[in-house]
């Protein structure tokens, strides 16, 4: 208990002494996640209002990939991101492993299934006659469609969140194709890890710390966010 009362006493001097370090890894960290889930969003968001809105043959089928896919494997998307990136692998002359670059591809790959299926899951559970309504007083095909989106923004803005509470707690992918170097690919989950190996606890509970308050205000965000639509 007084290892951890110390290394909490020590967390909290860190966080308030700007240390740069810390600070540095907290920034890389927001940096490599918002720019996955941005990328994310675009493929996953615009591919699931896709599948949601249109009636193809396999449909069915791939909602229940898509549904698979959410639970895939953060060290398999790491071990083929690896392969691939790898000297060996068919993009090895881009010299991409052991970047920020391709921890985005990595986390990019984790939350793009989450987004999509999710965004499904949303705009499957809004009522069909909100797009007949709207067919009926003289929409396109098109603003009807967009009048369903619109129906499901609280869905889609928790897609994101869910998707960026996936890729910011990653740890296995991001470490692989990383390499958890100091000042250049570590992130916050890695130092954890490595800091509470080390024995460190200070920087570590100081980043987990970080790590609960971002999840937090980004749940707060949704929140009001959710509050003022519905007012």
């Not at 499904?120 to 009522?127: I, M, P, Q, W």
Request: hydrophobic residues 55%; contains cysteine.
């Amino acid at each position: 208990m007084e290892t951890i009362y110390l290394g909490l006493i020590q967390s909290v001097h860190l966080l308030l002494s700007g240390d740069p370090e810390l600070y540095g890894i907290i920034v890389r960290s927001l940096l490599v996640s918002g720019t996955a889930v941005l990328l994310a969003a675009l493929c996953g968001i615009s591919g699931g209002i896709g599948v949601a809105l249109h009636a193809f043959p396999g449909r069915r089928l791939l909602i229940n990939i898509l549904n698979t896919l959410m639970g895939l494997p953060p060290v398999v998307v790491g071990l083929v991101v690896y392969v691939i990136l790898s000297r060996s692998g068919p993009l090895g002359a881009l010299g991409l492993l052991f970047t920020p670059t391709a921890m985005v591809i990595a986390q990019t790959i984790l939350a793009t299934p989450i987004l999509a299926a999710l965004t499904v899951s949303a705009l499957l559970a809004v009522k069909p006659q909100v797009r007949d309504t709207a067919m009926s007083l003289g929409a396109t095909p098109r603003q009807a469609a967009w009048t369903v989106v619109r129906e499901a923004r609280f869905g889609l803005m928790a897609a994101v969140i869910a998707g960026f509470g996936r890729v910011s707690a990653e740890v296995g992918a991001v470490m692989m194709v990383g390499g958890n170097i100091a000042g250049y690919t570590r992130v916050m989950t890695t130092a954890i890890v490595l800091d509470t190996a080390k024995g460190e606890f200070a920087q570590a509970i100081a980043l987990g710390i970080v790590l609960i308050m971002v999840a937090f205000l980004v749940n707060l965000g949704l929140n009001l966010f959710q509050g003022r639509g519905a007012v």
